[in-house]
Structures are given as structure tokens and as C-alpha cells.
Nanobody, 123 residues
């Protein structure tokens, strides 16, 4: 069982930066691929970024060059550094953990989810 708790969301202006954190419980954090997904009001959940146990990184096209995912296995934490934020980045951001190989952008492959943190970007 893995519990995930996100933090770091908030209200910012376009062009600002935020760093989201996701703290995981349990002693096997390093075994999991970790993903960030987001859901805006009235829209479906969408993939943002993922990092594998081997530290390979994957990004949605919409965030390439602006967002960076990283992990600290000693701290059981995955991060999402978000720069040059845009109003269309406004959403609830959730982290997810999965013992998966491939299909990192597929939310159905992940086993555990946090409740999310709200990010609001004003224009």
C-alpha cells in the first residue's frame, strides 16, 4: 500500500513558477514509476509527466521545455517544477505511482493516487 500526498499548489500569475511535491509512504518508493496528471474543470484527466525507476522522463507535448519532473528516493518524493505557467495549466494536479513498464502516460496503469493540489494561473 502506498499513500501519496501532494503539496505546493497555489494561485500564480502567467509566467510564474511553482514546484509541486508528492510525498509517498512506504519503503518501496524507488520501485515505482511516478506520474503527474492534471484535470481541469469540465475536462478529462490528462498526462503531464512521468519518471521511471531508472530516471527516464516523459512529458506531454504541452509542457515540454517548461516542466521538469524529478525524484528523490531518499526522501520518498517526486517533484514537478513548473515554469512559464500559462492560464491553460490551471487544474488539479495529482501524482500517481505504479509498478509499470511502459505506457507511462496511461492513467489506468497506475495503482495509487493522491488527492491532488490545485494550481490556478491567472492571466
Amino acid at each position: 500500500q502506498v499513500q501519496l500526498v501532494e503539496s505546493g499548489g497555489g494561485l500564480v500569475q502567467a509566467g510564474d513558477s511553482l514546484r509541486l511535491s508528492c510525498l509517498a509512504s512506504g519503503r518501496t518508493f524507488s520501485a515505482y514509476a511516478m506520474g503527474w496528471f492534471r484535470q481541469a474543470p469540465g475536462k478529462e484527466r490528462e498526462f503531464v509527466a512521468a519518471i521511471t525507476r531508472e530516471y527516464n522522463r516523459y512529458y506531454a507535448d504541452s509542457v515540454v521545455g517548461r516542466f521538469t519532473i524529478s525524484r528523490d528516493n531518499a526522501a520518498n518524493t517526486v517533484y514537478l517544477q513548473m515554469n512559464s505557467l500559462k492560464p491553460e495549466d490551471t487544474a488539479v494536479y495529482c501524482c500517481a505511482a505504479g509498478l509499470i513498464y511502459g505506457y507511462y502516460s496511461d492513467s489506468t496503469k497506475y495503482d495509487y493516487w493522491g488527492l491532488g493540489t490545485q494550481v490556478t494561473v491567472s492571466s
